[in-house]
């Protein structure tokens, strides 16, 4: 009985388009769409049910570990429609379960809103790109996206290493090996030890977790590689001082030296709620490593790349409030979300708040749209 209802729910998120599933003691099946948790109208559970619904869909290796950890994570398909990422967790004495939904279908650079240069910069022979953004953000499906473009349009040999695997590429113009920690290799770091040694030409990296995994990176991209990952910063300028601030105090001038000759874009995003609709769109910040701000990598003077990025608008730069300002002025999202995401929201808040001041409407609108960013204001001050 418990498979069914499992099953029910996993059809009910794919036919409602629901990102996840949230299965806790004490409240109702939640699901998160567009962006906000929705409780289902069905009975609370119990310490049982959500035993039952966990045992029906882990592995017995993950339920073992769940026990001797305390927690665990897998993958699995359902049927031909999508697959589903599964963190299980004790919380209290009982047990919660996360899933989130990995459609099969994979988007074009068009469909997820990816700047023009990120094609470009797919077919480079070498470096590393990143994408970086909050749990949530889109980043592996940007990623999938990536992968799937080069395997669509050139000859080469893609390696994936991931925890769990998400997205399953089919071999097209490329091979693709797809390698999952834990199942075919043991750890992040131990399979990029020994990825020089499989003739790769594009090497995918789950996350940079350590140091370690950190230096195989950068060390791939070094040898001739082209490689992608992902961090959690949001911004291109973190994401260069997150990567030096992991090494010891001795190491980051040499870190330093080999971003600056290696690294070649930083894409740092955010998902938005759409404004009155169904829906999330993607914002971008997005940096490429030009010769000035290598140089600015390689003299530490990482404060001043949101400059060089809002100069570099012909290649595609922006930074990420620019993009959320083009959302919100076109109606996409709304001003909630847009100061929400953004990282300097009392600028955007006063920028917003002379659109409304200009604006020639009735009104009864004008004063409504006042009235939001009056008590939007006093929290951005606090």
Request: aromatic share 6%; glycine share 6%; hydrophobic share 40%.
């Amino acid at each position: 009985m418990a498979a069914l209802n499992m099953d029910r729910l996993l059809q009910a998120c794919y036919e409602q388009d629901a990102s996840d599933i949230h299965l806790t003691v004490g409240r109702p099946p939640i699901f998160r769409m567009d962006g906000r948790l929705r409780p289902l109208e069905t009975k609370v559970l119990e310490p049982e049910d959500t035993v039952a619904l966990m045992k029906s869909v882990t592995p017995e290796r993950n339920q073992q570990e769940l026990q001797e950890e305390g927690g665990t994570d897998f993958g699995f398909a359902f049927g031909e429609l999508a697959r589903f990422r599964v963190a299980v967790m004790k919380q209290k004495g009982n047990i919660a379960i996360i899933l989130r939904l990995i459609p099969n279908t994979l988007l074009s650079f068009e469909q997820i809103g990816l700047p023009k240069m990120a094609a470009g910069l797919c077919r480079r022979p070498r470096g590393l790109f990143l994408v970086t953004g909050p749990t949530g953000s889109g980043k592996t499906t940007t990623l999938a996206s990536m992968v799937d473009y080069i395997n669509t349009n050139m000859d080469r040999h893609i390696i994936t290493v991931e925890d769990p695997i998400e997205y399953y590429h089919s071999h097209k113009k490329s091979i693709v090996n797809q390698r999952e920690v834990g199942i075919d290799v043991p750890s992040f770091s131990e399979a990029l030890r020994r990825v020089l040694r499989q003739d790769p030409d594009v090497i995918l990296v789950g996350e940079l977790r350590d140091l370690e995994t950190i230096e195989a990176a950068v060390r791939a991209a070094e040898t001739g590689h082209l490689v992608f990952s992902t961090l959690h910063t949001t911004s291109a300028s973190g994401t260069i001082t997150r990567i030096i601030d992991v090494f010891p105090t001795n190491q980051q001038e040499q870190i330093r030296i080999q971003l600056a000759g290696n690294l070649i874009a930083v894409l740092a995003q955010a998902l938005c709620a759409v404004a009155n609709g169904r829906g999330r769109v993607a914002a971008y910040e997005f940096m490429v490593v030009t010769p000035a701000i290598a140089n600015l990598i390689r003299e530490n003077k990482t404060y001043r790349i949101d400059s060089s990025i809002q100069t570099g608008k012909k290649l595609g730069m922006q930074l990420l409030d620019e993009h959320l300002w083009k959302l919100y002025d076109i109606g996409k999202i709304d001003i909630e979300e847009m100061l929400d995401k953004a990282m300097s929201p009392g600028a955007l808040h006063a920028k917003a708040k002379e659109k409304i001041d200009g604006m020639k409407s009735p009104k009864r609108v004008k004063s409504a749209a006042k009235q939001a960013f009056d008590d939007i204001g006093p929290i951005l001050k606090t």
